[in-house]
């Protein structure tokens, strides 16, 4: 069965440094989507894509994070400089793009900035 | 802005029991209301949308306009429900992303 991935699985970083984590959608699957979840917290939306376009970033914090998806399959999010508060977990998922339909995660990534 | 609300951080029942997780939504519009499920050490998934009127694992959710619910149930709950749940939201003619709640963290107790 397909499934996203991502990697890597856990980082650990000092603050100040930069980080990036990959997804890999499932074949097909139009549209991307980057997540972060605080602990205690349901996902939060940083930035969708539609093929390689973005959709939606308004809650990406452009100053220090940057996402994108080339070709309209894998993606990269990338946080720098990263900081103590961008401990979280960051969830990639995927969807054919069509109205209301199932998003489908990946493992997440989980991000510890000391 | 779009919101939803699970006033239940923890909830434990017994096995057998009936279940409820509450979730409450603001949104001026229309939207579509979902629940995803995270049991421990798999990813999130979907456990069921209102879209699609459909049972699953047991569970049913009714939306509730006047209330502005959609609260998850289930008659007779089982060790193997215990997990995360989520109800999110995502809006009509929009981004299509998903607005979701804090989490409802339900543990069945044999």
């Known amino acids: 069965e397909a499934e996203v991935a991502q990697s890597p699985r856990y980082k650990i970083t000092e603050k100040s440094q930069a980080v990036a984590f990959w997804c890999d959608p499932i074949s097909g699957h139009a549209t991307l989507y980057w997540y972060r979840q605080i602990l205690g917290q349901g996902p939060e939306l940083l930035v969708q894509?539609?093929?390689?376009?973005?959709?939606?970033d308004s809650q990406l914090p452009k100053d220090r994070f940057s996402a994108e998806r080339l070709k309209g399959v894998d993606s990269t999010l990338k946080i720098q400089p990263a900081e103590l508060g961008d401990s979280a977990m960051y969830l990639c998922a995927s969807s054919l793009g069509q109205t209301y339909n199932e998003q489908f995660f990946g493992p997440g990534t989980r991000l510890t900035v000391l | 802005a779009q919101r939803v609300t699970q006033p239940e951080k923890l909830l434990s029942v017994f096995k057998g029991a009936p279940v409820e997780l509450k979730c409450n939504y603001s949104?001026?519009?229309?939207?579509?209301l979902f629940w995803y499920v995270q049991y421990s050490r798999q990813r999130l998934q979907l456990l069921l949308r209102?879209?699609s009127r459909e049972s699953i694992k047991g569970f049913t959710a009714d939306l509730n306009k006047g209330e502005t619910s959609f609260h998850l149930k289930k008659p007779f709950a089982q060790e193997e429900d215990s997990a995360m749940y989520y109800c999110?939201?995502?809006?009509?003619?929009?981004?299509?992303?998903?607005?979701f709640g804090k989490g409802t963290k339900l543990t069945v107790n044999p």
């Open positions: 949104y001026s519009g229309s939207p579509e």
């Open positions: 894509f539609q093929d390689e376009s973005v959709v939606d």
């Open positions: 209102h879209i």
């Open positions: 999110a939201l995502t809006t009509q003619g929009g981004s299509e992303k998903l607005v």
